[in-house]
């Protein structure tokens, strides 16, 4: 069988699409993207340099403005202390914060420096009110410093007051209206409580022991320092007061105690001079009680022992003692009284040797006080039988010159026994001594002192008539002085005066 | 000192905004542009697909014609005819499987068309999609470009 012939086509399938398919890019489409890219970008950089210059304006405000805040403090602190006025300063830095925004473009700019504006003027305002306050609050604290003073014043006089002068207080703070309520109630408090110390101190001084027992129970509106500063007053017067009556107590005492001293020392000396007496010692107010009592025991022990003891004075010192009394030495009784106080004479032999002082001798063998007493007795018998001194012994003057006389014996025969001179002595009572107690002149000098003393006295009473007006002054036939020194009768015979006094003389 | 640049950052920033906007545009016509180029292709590649498969056609008619006269001629030289017993066979079968490769070269054809004819309708679609998102992107970059300069502006001082 035959077999077929196998036939295979020459033809194959042809490609169609050999090429690639066409995009976007190839109509413009990335020339379109980076156009817009590029427009995207010009705004972001615009955006971006807007934000920069945001930021660098808020930088600017907020620099400027803290220099500024930090200027006008200094400058309110300088004010603080000057006095000037903060409300100019306020208008300057207002000048300066309106520089500080003059190129700002932005909105965030002017905002920031707004917000920093206002916190600057914020804290200008607080520091200028606070400087405000303060000088309300210094002149008030001086007005009221000035009120406190005088108040004070009259309180420290009139206790009684405090009413009257804290009302005062509250009119006063009630014209500081610029300081706040708080601050003024706190001032009128300080201000009441000063006027309180016042016033407590005032009593303190005037009853201290009724002031510490109200200040104890809490009267007067006081501080406790205030309180505790009161008390203390009030105790340091009372303690004041203690001490000086202890003082007057004790002075009084010492005084007491010094009179006896005196006392008991005289009355001592006395008893161991043999003159003492229980009587003295008894009837003597300045001995104390115990001092008088020991005084008189003493005396007992002294007279016991005087009279009873065995005890003898020393031979020699009371020969001596005889012999300078006896030859006119010794002329009054001191040196006997310190040998008994020395121990060396027996007080009985000391008082046996004063008794020969007192009795020692004239040359006439007669004591000094009898012969005294015998010329005294001589010299007023001539006296009374003078006729030159009838108006003498009718006026009782004859006693005043015998005792004148008597008394100028006295100095002379007391002067030579200090002298201890016997020879001074001894010419007092020799007739033939110039110095003579009996002498005409002795006795006439005694007669001239006592009229001297007595015209005198009578001159006394006796007006002056020195110019003519005191002369015209005095009644007819009175006594008076005239400018010559002599007495004379207005109108009498003596009137010569007429012509001595001159008128306006 | 006064900034002079800073005053027109607004201004700036809306020219941008239009540019932007221009360039979505023309973008999105750009894209366009290109789909309707690839549709244009699209639709001539199916009327080469069906050329083609026309032109297959033809061939495979030729070569059954050709098989058949060679079957024909065998039988005639083995002193048969045509019409007689197997040999009417084989031409009947050549036959028929020839024309069953005929249609399946056109149908072939048909679907490489149609597959071009449904890729360059796809691609118009896909232009005029991106003509679309062009102007909306324009009108985006317009609006947020407005409400920056407007913004800046705000941000500026008015003096």
Redesign the interface.
Known sequence: MPTLKTFTSRFQGLPISGGRAATAGDFGAEQAQATGELARTAAKVGDAHLQNVEEAEARRALVGTTEIRAKYARELDQAAQTGANTEDLKIKMDADLSKVGEEFQTSKGKASLDMYAANTYLMFDEQANRIEVQRAAATARLEGQKYIVSSSALIQGNPLYLPEAERGVDDLISTFTRIGPEKRAEMALELKQNLNMSAALAYARIDPETTKRKLEAGEWNLTSEQRNVALNRATTEISARRAEESYARARQKEELIERDDVARDKHFKDVYAGRGSRRAILDDADLRPQTREHLLMVMDRHEEHTLTAEKKSDPVSIRNAWTKITNGEWMTSEKVVELVAQGKLHARDGEWLTTIVRQQKDENGRSINASLYAMASSFQRSLEQDPHMAAAKFTGQIPAIVNEYTAMAQEQINAARQANDPGALRELFDPKSKKFLGSPDFMQSAVTRVKTRKQEELRSKIPTALTREEYDALPAGALYIGPDGNQATKGGPSGVHKGVIRSGD | ???S?????PY??A??????A??????G???E??SE??AE?QQQ?AA??RE?AD??VR??DR?TY??LG??RA??G??GGTANEGSVFD?LAD?AAESERERQYIIRSGEM?ARG?ESTAGLSLMEGRS?RSAGYLRAGS?LLS?TA?AYA?R??????
């Not at chain 2, 640049?5 to 950052?9: A, D, E, L, M």
């Not at chain 2, 020219?15 to 932007?20: D, F, L, R, T």
């Open positions: 000192m006064i900034d640049f800073v005053s027109f950052i700036l920033t020219a941008s905004a239009g540019i932007s221009y360039s979505a545009i023309k973008q016509k750009a894209a542009a290109a180029y690839n292709i590649n080469f697909a083609e032109e297959f061939i495979a070569e050709l098989r060679a079957i065998a039988q030289a083995n084989v050549t490489k071009f991106a970059e470009g920056s800046q705000g941000r500026l001082s008015r003096t």
